[in-house]
């Protein structure tokens, strides 16, 4: 039963245009959420978060958008670079309870 | 400094072996967590320290896996009579502290990639 879900495994898209990484969660307790890349044979790396107070947040080309009511997610990337290309994954939480992944999207921004 | 490392970085081994995968956390973060990421899915949870006790350990599949930080610092993660499916990578994040109850940014290793033949 999978509470943190990205329907999308893969996503291609075009250097310059936007990029934008889906997530849906089942569990109406969490209320925060965090979103991290991955490179091949590193570890994920801290992109971005969301508290459930707010339903946007931004830092600098990344943005992060929260609709609680339909307990979905999306982070999108204006504009993408090939840099970008990576494993993204959503992960969430309640106070006071350990992180939930979602099983990632592998984004290829193609020059 | 120095992020967070973990050794080795492969480990192949045999069914029924006994294998030990070390985490050094960065200097100064007292939480500290393994996860186990299998082929095509996101980290799952194992593990959970704060300074040398184990806060939370129901991540943990079963008793074959055991985990210990007896100084607050390193983590060793062990896994008795190893199967084929505890074929994974193995992620050890830390963070500086876990006052909020939130788990803010954990800073991940690069793993150690577990085959188990």
């Known amino acids: 039963d999978q509470q943190v879900k990205q329907n999308s495994p893969s996503l291609s898209v075009q250097e310059g245009r936007i990029s934008i990484l889906n997530c849906d969660y089942t569990?109406?307790?969490?209320?925060?959420f965090l979103w991290y890349k991955k490179y091949p044979a590193e570890g994920p790396t801290f992109l971005i978060s969301?508290?459930?107070?707010?339903d946007k947040n931004e830092d600098g080309r990344f943005t992060v958008f929260l609709n609680k009511s339909a307990k979905h997610l999306s982070l999108h990337i204006v504009p993408s670079q090939p840099g970008d290309s990576a494993v993204y994954f959503c992960a969430a939480n309640n106070y006071g309870q350990n992180f939930v992944f979602g099983p990632g999207t592998r984004l290829s921004v193609l020059p | 400094g120095a992020g967070v490392s973990q050794t080795p970085s492969n480990k192949v081994t045999e069914k029924g072996k006994y294998v030990e995968l070390r985490c050094d956390p960065i200097s100064g973060h007292t939480a500290l967590y393994w996860y186990r990421q299998s082929l095509g899915q996101g980290p799952e949870f194992l593990i959970y320290f704060q300074g040398t006790g184990a806060a939370d350990d129901s991540g943990l599949p079963n008793d074959r896996f055991f985990a210990v930080r007896p100084e607050g610092s390193v983590s060793t993660l062990k896994i008795q009579r190893t199967e084929r499916g505890d074929s994974a990578v193995y992620l050890c994040?830390?963070?500086?502290?876990?006052?909020?109850?939130?788990?803010?940014?954990?800073?991940f290793g690069p793993g150690t990639r577990l085959t188990v033949l």
């Open positions: 969301i508290s459930s107070i707010k």
């Open positions: 569990n109406s307790m969490f209320d925060y």
């Open positions: 994040a830390s963070s500086p502290t876990r006052t909020s109850g939130y788990n803010n940014e954990q800073f």
